[in-house]
């Protein structure tokens, strides 16, 4: 029996053919290893994915190989990446996708401030954002401010900043620092 996946490209007639299936039989291997192959050239042509590709997406970018872990020579790269990308609002929202769960950018032109939101649920990699940000910013945007939204109040933000946490009291509990009231 021929398998499922040649079935698709084949004619009828061929089903039932004893040549056909020894033929398929044995290719199957051969075209399992190069399909294989196939998939791990595709992942070295994106730097993200890239492993052994790296050493060539650190020529195009640098001229040289990095001595670096992977991870750190794939964010080194990324950021070269986006530094020679145009200073333009789609740039800075794809910026914003790839480090968190982005919800807006907008311009602060009093201040000359790009402002970055992003939702709470998702980490945000600030500092990535910041060290690129450094790399592509025109010089009349005087900095990032990164903002982090959780049902639509502040949690965070890259200004000074201050969090408190406030955990209710239990009736007749003893706390250390405050008043112990017994309700």
């Not at 401030?113 to 945007?141: G, N």
Request: net charge neutral; glycine share 4%.
């Amino acid at each position: 029996m021929i398998p499922e996946r040649y079935k698709r490209m084949l004619p009828p007639q061929w089903y039932e053919n004893k040549l056909a299936e020894y033929h398929f039989e044995g290719a199957t291997a051969a075209v399992d290893v190069q399909e294989v192959k196939r998939l791990d050239i595709e992942r070295q042509f994106f730097p993200l994915s890239a492993t052994w590709g790296l050493d060539i997406w650190e020529w195009i970018y640098f001229g040289k190989k990095q001595l670096l872990s992977i991870e750190e020579r794939r964010k080194n790269i990324q950021s070269q990446h986006w530094a020679k990308l145009p200073f333009t609002m789609p740039v800075l929202k794809s910026l914003g996708m790839t480090v968190g769960q982005l919800l807006s950018v907008s311009e602060d032109f009093a201040s000359k401030e790009i402002v970055f939101s992003f939702h709470q649920d998702k980490p945000v990699d600030s500092l990535a954002l910041h060290h690129i940000f450094e790399r592509m910013r025109p010089v009349h945007v005087n900095r990032e401010r990164i903002v982090i939204q959780k049902n639509g109040s502040l949690v965070i933000s890259s200004d000074y900043m201050q969090i408190y946490y406030s955990d209710p009291r239990m009736c007749g509990s003893f706390y250390v620092g405050g008043e112990n009231s017994l309700c």
